[in-house]
């Protein structure tokens, strides 16, 4: 025992530099073992959620009904919208907007540079990655999320950007709509009710509404006034399911509303009905309309005028 404190004392300068050496070395050992344990569980998280991201789901069925879609058409979509969103992320901006319907042109990018304003420069203020998942038929919902995952740890962030695109064909060419924007359907329909001729001339449908082009002509010898402008139940929408949807009837000027004798009036009513392939409008109802609008005017007791209720079938 002597002879080991004697040399413990004799080689203690040593003795503590060898010992300080080894718990330096552990714990260089442990601490190196703590980063890498940490940049695996991180790579991890990142690596999940850019799998998550980047995967374009194909599935056969769509996400609102039962219909099957064959697994060819949809790959064939997907590819695609793929083409769109790499012209939108490389600004090719001409190349983008050659791949829209004309309705799609016509009813909300009439020319390039609002195409390239309202939405590629909108969207894309930097590169994007996305998640496409078919919704019904031929429209799809698109997630467009940032393509720098790393820097925000694998985390989506609030610019994440939710579209519905719909393939649809023009002249044997596959086009798109974008914007949520599904497509214009020409309707030409007509009804002559008490001497009231209605006609609907087409329709716009979105995924959470559809706005009417309607034509009224007046071929009585009254003014006749189709909604007061404030009541959204004044002009319903019904389903194939027989369910009713209001209008925005208090967005159309109303003087639109008010048709003259022999005159005809023209515009476009909105309806509060989410899209479904198979479900569109089927009957609009013009349930109060006032036959003699200056006799509405003078009396006192509006709430008991007669009124009348013009239906229209799709």
């Not at 070395?25 to 790579?43: A, D, P, Q």
Request: proline content about 2%; charged content about 30%.
């Amino acid at each position: 025992m002597r002879k080991i404190i004697r040399y413990f004392h004799e080689n203690k300068q040593k003795i503590l530099i060898i010992v300080g050496m080894l718990a330096f070395i552990i714990f260089i050992v442990h601490f190196l073992n703590s980063v890498i344990r940490k940049n695996n569980i991180s790579n991890n998280r990142v690596e999940s959620n850019t799998s998550k991201i980047q995967d374009v789901t194909i599935p056969n069925r769509p996400a609102v009904s039962d219909e099957k879609i064959p697994n060819e058409k949809v790959k064939e979509d997907a590819e695609f919208i793929r083409d769109f969103v790499s012209y939108c992320n490389e600004k090719k901006y001409e190349e983008a907007y050659n791949l829209l319907s004309e309705d799609c042109k016509e009813v909300l990018y009439p020319d390039l540079k609002k195409f390239t304003d309202d939405y590629v420069d909108y969207i894309f203020k930097t590169k994007k990655i996305y998640n496409l998942e078919l919704w019904q038929n031929d429209t799809y919902k698109i997630t467009y999320y940032e393509d720098n995952l790393l820097a925000t740890g694998g985390q989506t962030t609030n610019n994440n950007y939710v579209d519905y695109i719909t393939i649809t064909e023009q002249e044997k060419e596959v086009k798109i709509n974008i914007s949520s924007f599904v497509g214009k359907r020409q309707m030409n329909r007509k009804k002559v009710n008490n001497n009231i001729t209605v006609k609907i001339n087409s329709k716009l449908i979105y995924i959470d509404y559809e706005i009417y082009n309607i034509s009224v002509i007046n071929n009585n010898s009254t003014t006749i006034c189709l909604s007061n402008n404030r009541n959204e139940k004044d002009v319903i929408l019904i389903d194939k399911e027989d369910n009713e949807h209001n209008s925005s009837v208090f967005e159309v000027d109303s003087s639109k509303l008010i048709i003259e004798p022999n005159d005809e009036s023209n515009f476009d009513i909105k309806f509060g009905i989410a899209y479904k392939y198979d479900n569109g409008g089927e009957t609009i109802q013009f349930k109060n309309v006032c036959m003699d609008y200056e006799e509405y005017q003078k009396t006192t007791d509006k709430d008991n005028f007669k009124k009348v209720e013009i239906e229209i079938n799709m």
